[in-house]
């Protein structure tokens, strides 16, 4: 067990109403398939476009394996393993340098429709129990990069009118995909965000046991495993 496990920090107790099972979908799994871009990854028994075009008759399973994991708290090992092309972060960049890449992970298709499956049901619990900071700007609805700058902006004009002087604070938290702890993700998914239950037993399933490998110029990878960090190209990722 490494230190950080060993020694978890606090965190405030969450008092609302835990969430501790998943509700089981129907429809919506259609629904989100439909909206989904139709993106195939090289992991997929079959191209995106085709499970698509017989989603009729594909539906019922597909559904069926989704509500198995919802209720079991059980990610299927297939969904846990990524491809990852590294992708310049802009395209001025030297390739040259190692550091200009963004790791990538390509997900299978129907694990991504999971994650979303996921996602709408913890969106609900944090929303009714305002769990989000009322700043939070990223990967929430409604909030962007735009309503950010807009606090910023506001904040010092404002402070300028009363004749203050602002002094404004940038950090950049290097690598944060990658390294995350599960221990201490755990941990406060538990205790301050009242994750309990199949619910919690879902997420660590989630994040233990994963394995990518790495595609560079057709030539691919060993295969290793994730101790740290969630995927960066998955749906839940960025929430997390």
Request: hydrophobic share 40%; glycine share 4%.
């Amino acid at each position: 067990m490494d230190a950080a496990s060993s020694s978890l920090p606090s965190f405030d107790c969450f008092d609302g109403d835990c969430m501790m099972m998943f509700e089981p979908v129907t429809k919506d799994v259609m629904k989100i398939i439909k909206a989904s871009p139709p993106k195939s990854c090289c992991l997929d028994p079959i191209p995106t476009p085709l499970l698509v075009i017989h989603l009729e008759h594909l539906i019922e399973p597909i559904t069926a394996m989704i509500n198995q994991s919802l209720l079991s708290g059980i990610v299927p090992v297939s969904f846990k393993h990524a491809v990852v092309l590294p992708l310049l972060k802009k395209p001025n960049l030297s390739p040259e340098e190692l550091s200009n890449f963004r790791p990538v992970s390509n997900l299978p298709f129907l694990s991504k429709i999971l994650e979303k499956v996921v996602l709408s049901q913890l969106k609900k619990h944090l929303t009714k129990n305002n769990l989000l900071d009322n700043f939070q700007s990223a990967y929430r609805e409604f909030h962007n990069t735009e309503t950010a700058l807009l606090k910023v902006q506001n904040d010092l004009i404002c402070a300028a009118d009363k004749g203050h002087t602002s002094i404004l604070a940038l950090l950049d938290l290097s690598a944060a995909f990658d390294s995350i702890d599960h221990s201490i993700l755990l941990e406060r998914l538990s205790k301050t965000f009242g994750l309990s239950g199949v619910v919690l037993k879902w997420f660590s399933s989630y994040v233990s046991g994963r394995t990518q490998c790495i595609i560079i110029n057709n030539q691919t990878s060993p295969v290793f495993d994730l101790n740290y960090g969630v995927p960066q190209g998955s749906v839940l990722g960025p929430v997390l």
